[in-house]
């Protein structure tokens, strides 16, 4: 494995086509006679369809076809299982029923010549519903269907502890519905070939996900469904399964025997692909009188959809950050009238952290040590929910790396004592926590006569930077200069990769894409001593192969195109499957810390983060500018968490009310503070040969209790609902 | 959008990336799809179809515009550059493509061409001042949820300070 390429900041190898409009999206396709489709979306939240009055609509120029509950073909339910790969969040299929379960859900579909038309026949679909009374947030959900009980880990006993304790804290923290909001709306293109495959360029952060789920969903052996994605314009989580709208527009392409092309507006990008649930968290902390945690519970509630239940999973990293004897954590779910929840990066821990690190600030001031140094006395390499011990934790250097590239040493603790101007700083901080996880995967590489190399994996590149890194390892394990490595990813039919998800591409996929490119030069090694070729009747075992070229150890050498030519073999091709994350040893999780500064100028009530430091462990780094851009997104995506973003649903009728760019407000430019990211690069082997642990999510944990934590530093003012909007920090006239 | 009274095509010409292109297209069709749909131009994107996101941001007459908010036919004659003519011959990239590689200034790519366009814009616009701050906000048009905001700071700083 060549030092120089791991890790190296190479520029992407996907640069020039997204650099120059040639990278082709899902909605970028346009296979020939393909028509267009616009979705009628429900304005109500719960009832029936009574009517569905179409003429207007089918008299509107180009109109195809308009599908709705009465004449959509009957399909099947995916399964919805991890085992066997065709997980879907919404396991409703579109128009099964006249039954209306959230805003926004499929009506109706109008297929029509163009883009245009179709839209404009939509407009024209007049529905009339019977609706009925909504659970339109967490607090109604409750009120009206109750709690669910999910996952729990309990040790100890975290209510006697609390009640022995002689220090503690007890308060609840809430977060909002969050969209995912990828740039590339969700989108569909389908085409049925003649021989009955279903050709699907769909915006999936699993292709080979996706065509399970197709596959069951129309009753198809999944080697007759193909899916595309060979770029993806992000995803987030919200891509990671199909959403109704993917098998609306399969179904339609289906009846009409004719391509189909889907994208789903913005507006419903709000309602009917998934989002990241509304979470209420019930922490309480004590400790002993020297500062060590007796007892943690967090206990959740969050909200789900009438038709799935989805948790959002808050504590699943508050039971083994920190050692402690006596935890307790819960989760549980109430049905409201919402689309379906699904992943949002850094689900569970995403918004888990912000009460949790929150809480230990809290803690720490009751006790009246500085937040650090109370995160230090608590710190365990030992992961107790687990039974086992972290294969690599280096916490407590990635406190001290990014306290000193931010300064910390300089905080004065007292609440408002930092000003500048009319400004008043606040400096917070928190650890990040995420799992690293590994799942089977299989690839396959090829050498070519042109002295190039193919890697071929059912993966994705959802902007991580995928292709580059898998175009690395290639041209580490085969001595290759990167520019003659393709890495091609994104096509259900290669070899089958893990979902762009989790974390765990990386640390899934890179091992298999090293093995296969050592099974391709086995391969050539043994063409080599065929009897036409250039070591007819040696023996593979004494030919040694170095960058491109093979040779004996008697001074003898023969390029790939002097091996594959005389053959006539286009490739020496190499076929690897590895495994999942070894278990019963260790613990795989990743850490980190964010340092943050705000500023906050009570006269014009003006709140900014001016100032990250970030310091994070995610095993061996593989590409460092990749990485670090992983890093300060999700300093990005986060900070929109703290700061701006919520999705409100009127508690009259459950309509999202800001289901727009606009009004569901997201960082730009403008908000993005001095970010330093320091990777500490510690090779994890333990998990796989390459020794990285993946990058995409930790970075999104920890961020909004680091902003929270300095906001209280700064105004005195404990926000624990997200988000940290003005109204909260502002004075009571 | 009743389209009874109005005529079912139009003739407009636009100057595309240096080409005369003439189309018969409905009044309704937004310029933005008409690059996409009809001259399949991909490169251009759509994010939000409502003037709130800048992924369809294209120059008009060298001018930064959202695409998705004007019909084609309202450019009858106009100077259209996207993405795809940003660079002077396919062989090269824009310096801004450069930068945007070296900085590793995107993420998905589905942002790019509206951010490039925006900047190309930037480029020759004195009313924007030199200050990190000035450009960011300038470009706050233009969303990047991946958030790769401070290498495309970084990439349109580099081009500018060049030239």
């Known amino acids: 494995m060549s030092e120089q390429i791991i890790g190296a900041a190479a520029p992407r190898v996907d640069g020039p086509d997204k650099l120059t409009g040639r990278a082709a999206y899902a909605a970028d396709h346009f296979p020939e006679g393909v028509a267009h489709a616009y979705g009628v979306y429900s304005h109500i939240a719960s009832g029936t369809i009574v009517d569905l009055d179409l003429a207007e609509a089918r008299r509107s120029p180009g109109v195809i076809e ?30 099964e029923d006249n039954r209306v379960y959230y805003a926004g859900q499929f009506v109706a579909l109008v297929v029509a010549e163009t883009f245009e038309q179709a839209r404009a026949a939509a407009y024209k679909v007049r529905v009339d519903y019977d609706a009925e009374t909504t659970a339109a947030n967490l607090d109604q959900a409750i009120e009206t269907n109750g709690t669910v009980p999910a996952d729990s880990h309990t040790r100890g006993d975290a209510d006697a502890a609390f009640e022995a304790a002689p220090h503690k804290i007890d308060a609840t923290y809430t977060t909002p519905v969050e969209t995912h909001n990828p740039m590339e709306m969700h989108a569909t293109t389908a085409r049925w070939a003649d021989d009955g495959r279903l050709v699907v360029y769909e915006s999936a952060q699993g292709v080979v996900f996706a065509r399970n789920a197709l596959a069951k969903i129309f009753d198809l052996e999944p080697g007759k469904v193909e899916v595309h994605a060979e770029f993806i314009g ?33 507006q419903q990008m709000f309602t009917t692909t998934g989002h990241r649930a509304q979470t209420r968290q ?17 206990d959740t509630v969050s909200a789900t959809s009438m038709i799935n239940i989805f948790p959002e999973t808050c504590g699943s990293a508050s039971i083994s950050l920190y050692g402690c004897d006596n935890v307790r954590m819960t989760h549980a779910t109430a049905a409201a009238n919402q689309g379906t929840p699904t992943h949002m990066r850094a689900p569970g821990a995403g918004v888990g952290l912000f009460a949790l690190e929150s809480a230990m600030d809290e803690m720490a001031e009751v006790i009246g040590m500085d937040p650090v140094e109370f995160r230090r006395l608590n710190y365990t390499d030992y992961d107790s929910a687990a039974g086992l ?24 603790p007292e609440i408002g004592a930092m000003r500048e101007g009319d400004q008043i700083i606040g400096w917070g901080m928190a650890s990040c926590n995420w799992p690293a996880m590994r799942m089977p995967a299989s690839a396959r590489v090829a050498l070519r006569a ?12 959802i902007g991580t930077g995928t292709y580059t890194i898998v175009a690395q390892t290639a041209a580490g394990e085969l001595g290759l200069p990167l520019d003659k490595i393709e890495a091609r990813l994104g096509d259900s039919s290669f070899p089958r990769g893990p979902i762009s998800g989790g974390s765990w591409a990386t640390a899934s996929a890179l091992p298999a894409v090293a093995a296969a490119a050592r099974e391709a030069i086995e391969t050539l090694k043994t063409y080599a001593v065929n009897p036409s070729g250039p070591f007819a009747g040696g023996n593979i075992d004494d030919l040694v192969y170095t960058a491109g070229t093979l040779k004996d150890g008697n001074g003898k050498s023969a390029t790939v195109a002097e091996v594959l030519n005389p053959q006539s073999l286009a490739s020496a091709a190499g076929d690897a499957q590895t495994g999942g994350a070894p278990e019963g040893e260790y613990s795989f999780q990743s850490f980190g810390a964010h340092f943050v500064e705000i500023t906050w100028d009570p006269g014009i009530a003006e709140l900014k983060v001016t100032r990250v430091a970030s310091a994070i462990d ?18 990005m995506l986060s900070l929109g968490s703290a700061l701006f973003e919520a999705t409100n649903y009127d508690e009259r009728d459950a309509i999202p009310v800001n289901n727009n760019y606009a009004e569901y407000l997201v960082p730009v430019h403008t908000d993005t503070p001095k970010i330093d990211v320091t990777l500490l690069d510690y090779p994890d082997y333990a998990l796989n040969e390459l020794g990285a642990r993946g990058i995409g999510e930790i970075g999104v944990t920890g961020f909004q209790a680091a902003v929270a934590n300095a906001v209280y530093h700064a105004t005195g003012k404990r926000v624990r609902d997200l988000p940290i909007t003005l109204d909260k920090l502002m004075d009571e006239a | 959008m009743d389209s009874t009274n109005a005529p079912a095509q139009m003739r407009v010409s636009l100057h595309i990336n240096g080409q005369l292109r003439q189309l018969d297209l409905p009044p309704n069709v937004v310029l933005l799809d008409a690059l996409r749909n009809r001259l399949r131009l991909t490169g251009t994107k759509k994010g939000c179809d409502h003037g709130q996101c800048g992924a369809c941001t294209v120059l008009v007459n060298g001018q930064a515009v959202n695409s998705c908010l004007a019909l ?41 061409p509206g951010q490039l366009m925006s900047a190309a814009e930037l480029l020759d616009n004195d009313n924007v001042g030199t200050r990190d701050t000035d450009v960011s906000e300038a470009m706050s048009g233009n969303i990047c949820r991946c958030g790769a905001y401070q290498n495309i700071l970084s990439a349109i700083q580099q081009t500018r300070n060049a030239r």
Not at chain 1, 282 to 298: C, E, I
Not at chain 1, 618 to 635: K, L, S, W
Not at chain 2, 87 to 110: I, K, N, R, V
């Open chain 1, 66 to 95: 308009i599908f709705h509950h009465d004449n959509f073909p009957k399909l099947y339910r995916s399964p919805a299982t991890f085992a066997q790969e065709d997980m879907v969040d919404e396991t409703r299929v579109p128009f």
């Open chain 1, 234 to 266: 992000s995803g987030f989580g919200g891509k990671l399964w199909i959403w109704p709208h993917s098998v609306a527009t399969c179904g339609a392409a289906r009846e009409l025997g004719r391509p189909v092309q889907m994208m789903v507006p913005r």
């Open chain 1, 282 to 298: 019930h922490l309480r902390l004590a400790t002993d009188d020297n500062g060590k945690l007796v007892s943690l519970a967090h």
């Open chain 1, 389 to 412: 011990p972290f294969s690599s934790i280096h916490l407590l250097e990635a406190f001290d790396t990014a306290a000193e590239a931010f300064g910390w040493s300089r905080r004065n």
């Open chain 1, 450 to 461: 042109d002295g190039t190399a193919q890697v071929h994996c059912a993966s994705q590149d």
């Open chain 1, 618 to 635: 995610v095993g061996q780094v593989i590409n460092a500018a990749t990485a670090r851009n992983q890093v300060e997104g999700a300093v």
């Open chain 2, 72 to 112: 084609a036919v309202m450019h009858d004659g106009d100077e259209i550059t996207t993405v795809e003519g940003l660079a002077a011959d396919t062989q090269h990239l824009h310096p801004l493509q450069q930068a945007f590689w070296e900085h590793d200034a995107y993420q998905c790519g589905y942002c790019t």
